[in-house]
């Protein structure tokens, strides 16, 4: 990455990828996903000023510990205004299917996005891009050369559209606009391992 350095911590009972985005010019940071609790990401976010909580989606592996995170840092909850119902309905989220006991706390999001909003980032923007299909509000971040694909894509496969306000057809579509990015992005995705959006545009995963 250019102006960014990302770490990655798997974290909750999905081994979600949790990622912690800093700025080089300042110590001004993001976080991605909390999905569950790390003490190593607790201990660095102590060292930054984290402004952002982004979050791809409503599902509980990829929000569990979003309002504590935001205690601690004070930073704001960025969710796509279609998926802010999601933290407060355990049915949306999927917590009351595979959290027994139930853990997550409800909340709203701070910050609201649509597709092709620009969230500042000290110099550089967070750009919103609207990815629904594994839920109806699923959002990517691109950051840098950086994009945060969440559930919608994976190494080698894409996201699942079987879950409540899943839609296959939109996943398709979701995929097809990645795909037609001009520039090549590295992918951050919600589990296993990194990838290039051009090895995936090749391999036209998902389609």
Known sequence: MENIEIKTYK?????TNCYLVTNFKSNCAAIVDPGGES???EKELLKLNVKYILLTHGHFDHILKAKKYRE????KI????????????????LSSRFLKPNTLESFEGDILVSDGDEIPFEGLSIKVMN?????????????????FSGDTLFAGECGYARFPTGN????KASLNRLYSLESDYKVFPGHEKSTLLSQEREKRTGL
């Open 11 to 15: 974290v909750g009972k999905l081994a």
């Open 39 to 41: 003490s190593e990401l």
């Open 72 to 75: 601690i840092t004070r930073a």
């Open 78 to 93: 960025v969710i796509s205004t279609l998926e802010n119902e999601f933290p407060s309905n355990n049915i949306l989220n």
């Open 131 to 147: 990815t629904p299909g594994h839920t109806r509000g699923g959002v990517c971040y691109i950051l840098d050369n950086a994009l």
């Open 168 to 171: 296959k057809e939109d996943l």
